[in-house]
C-alpha cells in the first residue's frame, strides 16, 4: 500500500499450515463463517509451510471455492514463526490477525479481537486461561517462569499465536529480518501499545500437534536470547563462583594434605571431573548458540521463498 492511499481492505487473517489436510476444509469455513459477521472487507491467508501432505491440493481447493482465501505455498518446512512472518508479508489488511492452522486457537474470540483493537491499540493478544493437558500446564509454567521471573523478561505470559495487530505495528514488524525469530518476541521488541483477552483454547479436531517437547524448548532458547543478555551474565557469574569453589577445595585438600598425611584420590578427582566438565561444555553451548545466531545472520540470506501462491 502506497503512503497517503487509503487501504479499503479491513482485516487480514494469517493462518499456517503443515500437514493439516483434513483441518483445512473445517478451519475455512470457521474463520470465513466467523469473519463475515463482522461485516468487514477481508482476507484469509493460508500458508503451506513445506507440507508433506495434501495439505497445498487443499488450499487451493479453498482458494478456489472462496475468492477471499488467498494461499502462500513456500519452497520447504521454515518453521511456523516464519511461516507466519511470510504471511504477514503479503497480508494488506489494516489490522491483521494470526492464528493458528490446527483449530486450537478459538476462532470464536475474532469479534472479540477485533472490537478490542478497534479501540486504539496497537496489538491485542489472547492469552490462554488454562492448558488442556497435566503436560501442557507443567511445561508452560516452567516456560513462562524461566522467562519471566529467572530472565526478567517484561512479556506477556501465557499468550497465544492468536493475536491481532495494527497496519503500524506490522508495517514494523516486517522490517525484521533476522532468520532466528520468534513472533512474541519480536512483537514484544515493538513496544507498541498493547491489551489482552483471555480464552480458551480448543481441542485438536484431528491429528496430533506438530509442536514437541524439544521445539517449544527451541522456541523459548531463541526467545531468551534474543530478547536478553542474562544467559551470558549467568555464564559469567558461574564461572566466577566456580573459579571461588575451586580455591576453596584446593584448600580444603592442602590442610588434608599437611594433617594428616593422605589425600582421598579417586573420587575427589571424579568429582572434580564432572563438576569442571559439566560447567565446561554448558558454558560452551551457550556461547555457541549466540555465535550460531551471529553467524546465521551475518549471511544475510533470504527469509523464505515462495513457491506457489493462490488468489495473491
Known amino acids: 500500500m502506497k503512503n497517503g492511499e487509503e487501504n479499503t481492505l479491513q482485516l487480514s487473517i494469517v493462518s499456517t499450515i503443515y500437514n493439516d489436510e483434513q483441518v483445512i476444509p473445517h478451519l475455512v469455513d470457521a474463520l ?46 521454515y518453521g511456523q514463526q516464519i511461516a507466519v512472518s511470510a504471511g504477514m ?32 491499540y496497537d496489538i491485542v493478544y489472547a492469552v490462554s486461561k488454562k492448558r488442556q493437558t497435566i503436560s501442557k500446564r507443567i511445561t508452560s509454567e516452567l516456560f513462562w517462569f524461566a522467562i519471566c521471573r529467572l530472565l526478567h523478561i517484561n512479556i506477556v505470559k501465557n ?11 506490522v508495517d514494523n514488524y516486517n522490517t525484521y529480518n533476522e532468520i532466528s525469530r520468534s513472533v512474541a518476541g519480536i512483537t514484544h521488541d515493538l513496544g507498541l501499545k ?20 524439544w521445539q517449544r524448548l527451541n522456541i523459548f532458547i531463541d526467545i531468551a536470547l534474543n530478547l536478553s543478555l542474562k544467559p551470558l551474565n549467568f555464564v559469567m557469574f558461574l564461572g566466577f563462583f566456580t573459579f571461588l569453589f575451586s580455591i576453596c577445595f584446593s584448600l580444603y585438600y592442602l590442610y588434608i594434605y599437611f594433617k594428616i598425611g593422605t589425600i582421598p584420590g579417586y573420587t575427589s578427582t571424579i568429582l572434580s571431573i564432572f563438576l569442571f566438565g559439566s560447567i565446561i561444555v554448558f558454558t560452551l553451548g551457550i556461547m555457541a548458540r549466540y555465535l550460531s545466531l551471529i553467524y546465521l545472520e551475518v549471511r544475510n540470506r533470504p527469509l523464505f521463498f515462495v513457491k506457489e501462491k493462490y488468489n495473491l
Open 32 to 77: 470465513v463463517c466467523k469473519t463475515a459477521q463482522l461485516n468487514v472487507t477481508y482476507e484469509v491467508i493460508l500458508v503451506n509451510d513445506g507440507s508433506h501432505d495434501k495439505s497445498n491440493a487443499e488450499i487451493k481447493r479453498a482458494c478456489d471455492k472462496y475468492p477471499q482465501v488467498k494461499g502462500l505455498s513456500l519452497a520447504r518446512n
Open 89 to 120: 508479508r503479503f497480508a494488506s489488511g489494516n489490522y491483521v490477525l494470526i492464528i493458528d492452522g490446527d483449530l486450537e486457537n478459538p476462532v470464536d474470540a475474532i469479534p472479540e479481537l477485533y472490537a478490542k483493537i478497534k479501540e486504539g
Open 159 to 169: 499468550q497465544l499465536l492468536l493475536r491481532i495487530m495494527s497496519r503500524a505495528l
Open 194 to 213: 498493547s491489551t489482552k483477552i483471555e480464552v480458551n483454547p480448543k481441542n485438536r479436531t484431528s491429528g496430533k500437534s506438530n509442536y514437541n517437547f
